[in-house]
């Protein structure tokens, strides 16, 4: 954990090259940890509602594959599209539904196996995302309005990060951070959640993935906790007080 407290308006926003080197990593880290799985593993209950471990792992494959292909996501996109205008859901969570509908008839390996395959062309596709593409405005949760850029280099780097917590979390598995990969997510997570909600905070997060931050400009709220913790709070999946009321998407 960092000693000095860091101004989080000091923290730079995650570069497109930053982000696409941080996804590899992700990625790895998960296929790791699911190779690690025994069997029984697939079908616990997690923090996710109604999802299962496997059913994450179906999210995440589904949503690598929409980023390795443009066709893949337009037809992504455009189901859950007409599946959230007829329910009245959120268009996200339509098309995580649908990733994991379309999924569901995978073996565990085959899952694994088929995440492997397409990392590497996700990745390089996201990568090499035209600047235009990537500045184009669309409707988030949580956020509002955001970039395509802002959801692939920021927010899929989360959703992959947390999920792996999930998964750990749920299968009893020890969770591998490092302050160069979660430590730096983490960082991310607290600036962009700070200059959102705008109050002044001291925020010391512990563990390998934490550090000591602050917002000025006023009487400070203090919180500590550890920092895994801290984003599962803000991600919805625990309650937490005062500021960490204030969401963050994930």
């Known amino acids: 954990m960092k000693s000095t407290a860091v101004n989080v308006r000091g923290i730079p ?36 509602e109604a999802w299962r471990v496997r059913d994450i792992v179906c999210h995440v494959l589904g949503e690598a594959e929409a980023f390795a292909s443009t ?8 189901i859950s599209s007409r599946e959230a205008r007829s329910t009245g859901a959120e268009q996200i969570d339509a098309m995580n539904g649908l990733q994991v509908r379309e999924r569901s008839h995978l073996a ?43 959801l692939s280099d920021v927010i899929i780097n989360r959703d992959v990060w947390m999920h792996r917590s999930d998964i750990a979390r749920a299968a009893g598995k020890e969770l591998q951070l490092t302050a160069g990969y ?8 607290v600036a962009d959640w700070g200059r959102r909600h705008g109050h002044p905070f001291v925020l010391v997060l512990e563990g390998p993935a934490g550090g000591s ?15 895994v913790e801290f984003c599962r709070i ?6 937490g007080p005062g500021l960490l009321k204030q969401p963050a998407l994930f």
């Open 13 to 48: 926003p995650l570069g497109h090259r930053e982000a696409m080197d941080l996804a590899t990593t992700g990625y790895g880290r998960l296929i790791e940890l699911l190779h690690g799985l025994e069997p029984g593993d697939w079908s616990r209950s997690t923090d996710c």
């Open 71 to 78: 066709r893949e996501f337009v037809r992504q996109f455009r």
């Open 108 to 150: 565990p390996h085959e899952l694994v196996t088929r995440l492997q395959t397409v990392v590497p062309r996700s990745v390089k596709q996201r990568r090499r995302t035209p600047r235009v593409m990537r500045a184009m405005h669309m409707k988030l949760p949580v956020v509002g309005k955001g970039s395509y850029g802002y």
């Open 182 to 189: 979660d430590g730096r997510l983490v960082a991310d997570v």
């Open 213 to 227: 931050y602050v917002q000025n400009g006023g009487e400070p709220e203090e919180h500590r906790l550890d920092a």
């Open 234 to 239: 803000l991600s919805g999946r625990a309650q």
